[in-house]
């Protein structure tokens, strides 16, 4: 059984055993909510780094746009941050293409007269 099959009852005393461990920390909760994180980062596939260069390449074709996240470059804050910050240099303050996107974001995509 995966750990997010198990019942909330069973995760809150998961989540206590684990604070104890860590910390000492035996009281009693007053309340405690489950929230379950299904599918909340994502998943890299064998290829994921040669699929990122390829939509990277693309990306590069269009003015104004770069991409970055969790989808890309990891999923901790600090990789997502700093694949931001790649993504504003990429840019290099040309915003040429910023306007034209977002005035008309799928003609551009596509380069023609949309979908
Ligand atoms: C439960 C959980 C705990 C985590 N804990 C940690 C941790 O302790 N330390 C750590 O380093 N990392 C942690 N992470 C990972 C990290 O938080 C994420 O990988 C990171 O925040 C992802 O950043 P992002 O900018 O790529 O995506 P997001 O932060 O998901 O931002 C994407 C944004 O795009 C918006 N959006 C989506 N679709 C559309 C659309 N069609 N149009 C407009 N907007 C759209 C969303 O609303 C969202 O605001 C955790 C993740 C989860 C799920």
């Not at 997502?80 to 551009?108: F, M, W, Y």
């Amino acid at each position: 059984m995966a750990v997010l099959e198990k019942d909330d009852a069973d995760l809150v005393g998961i989540s206590r055993h684990d604070l104890r461990e860590a910390t000492g920390l035996n009281a009693t909760p007053v309340a405690s909510r489950v929230t379950r994180w299904d599918d909340g980062l994502p998943q890299y596939p064998v290829g994921h780094h040669a699929r990122v260069a390829r939509v990277r390449a693309h990306v590069a074709a269009l003015p104004g746009l770069a991409v970055c996240g969790a989808a890309y470059d990891g999923v901790g804050i600090p990789a997502c941050i700093a694949s931001a910050n790649a993504a504003v240099d990429q840019l290099a303050g040309d915003l040429t293409g910023v306007e034209q996107l977002t005035r008309h974001p799928v003609q551009s995509l596509h380069g023609g007269g949309g979908e």
